[in-house]
């Protein structure tokens, strides 16, 4: 089969020919309908030679739907051609986090890395999928439009999730970065919290037009008037929530700047910024934290709202013969939603 591996840091992803994997004891096949292409690859890729990397060649691909091909012996609960999502951080299984769907959070990490993020991922036409623990069932939804819901939509929805009590009448979250996660968290913020106000924030125009199509209240473009806006917009008490999925020295700076007094800042993406942090500055007790991907039930969770068609994600299909240009595009900031590779036509 034909497969888009990662092969060597800092050289571009190259289309190879790869022996169709056979599922051992517990293990399922996949047949992929499609697999999200994440900017977290193009960190990984653009990396300098001397940074961490996970063994090379792999195949990329981190966010994956299709259908069950095949099920290894013992591997129960499924049928050949039943639509599924995969969940992609694979943990242990049997560590206390993993025991409550927190695979993300895994306390042995590194004894089974994430298909697409150092085992083979899911941009070819099959991928191994170690236990149907990581498979949910996708009822109606299509696998080539659901992918990136168990990325770009589950990072999403836990990192809204764990601040929604701060989230009532009267409030603002402020969503820097509307791409495919910014994109998924003003849709998640919309369907958990009616009342608060949300702000995009982008340097892309293109993008924040497609943040209004998609219900956000208000659009800021990122720069040096920024911080100004949203405190007005903001009567001056500033955003309860900044969630930057940027991550990056000037939106960083920006997101100490508008927090509010026991405020979240959570920073999600991985833009290589530190966040200022003094007495003054974020606002009087606000938390930082950095969440990482999301648990088994919260993906169950976003499927729900996916099949309520209260999440949907603009996708653009790609077949796997053009994976590489759906990586020029996404680095070129001309990606509107998530590109997604279509291995399977
Ligand atoms: P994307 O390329 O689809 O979207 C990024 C958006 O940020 C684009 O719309 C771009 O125009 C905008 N942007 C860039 N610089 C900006 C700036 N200075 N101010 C405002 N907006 C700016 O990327 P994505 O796939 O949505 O990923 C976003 C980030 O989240 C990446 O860093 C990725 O690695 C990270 N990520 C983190 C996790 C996690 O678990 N923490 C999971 C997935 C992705
Ligand atoms: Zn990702
Ligand atoms: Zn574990």
Known sequence: ??????????EPAQLREVKVPEPGPGQVLMKIGGAGACHSDLHIMEAPAHAPSPPLPFTLGHENAGWVEELGSGATGFAIGDPVLVYGPWGC?????????????CQN?????????????????????????FLLPLGDLDPREAAPLTDAALT????????????????TAVVIGAGGLGQMA????????????????????TKLETARHIG???TVVSGADAVQRIRDITRGRGAALVLDMVGGRQTLEMAAQISRVLGHVTIVGLGGGALPVNFHSPAKECSVTS???????????????A?????????EQFPLERASEAYHLLHDGKIQGRAVIIPNG
């Open 216 to 218: 956000v209240d208000e």
């Open 1 to 10: 089969m034909k497969a888009f591996q990662f092969v060597e840091t800092q």
């Open 109 to 133: 990490p590194g004894q089974s890395m994430p298909g697409g993020l150092g085992a083979d991922g899911g941009m070819a036409n099959y991928m191994l999928v170690p236990s149907t623990r």
């Open 156 to 171: 999403s929805y836990h990192a809204v999730k764990r601040s929604i009590q701060l989230l009532g009448p009267g409030s």
């Open 307 to 315: 099949q309520a068609g209260r999440i949907k994600m603009l996708v």
């Open 186 to 205: 003003i849709q998640v913020l919309k369907a958990l919290s009616a009342a608060t106000t949300v702000i995009a924030v982008d340097t892309s125009v």
């Open 291 to 305: 969440p990482y991907w999301g648990s088994i039930p919260e993906l169950m969770d976003v499927i729900c709202l």
């Open 93 to 105: 299984g049997s560590c206390a986090n993993c025991r409550i769907g927190m695979e993300n959070y």
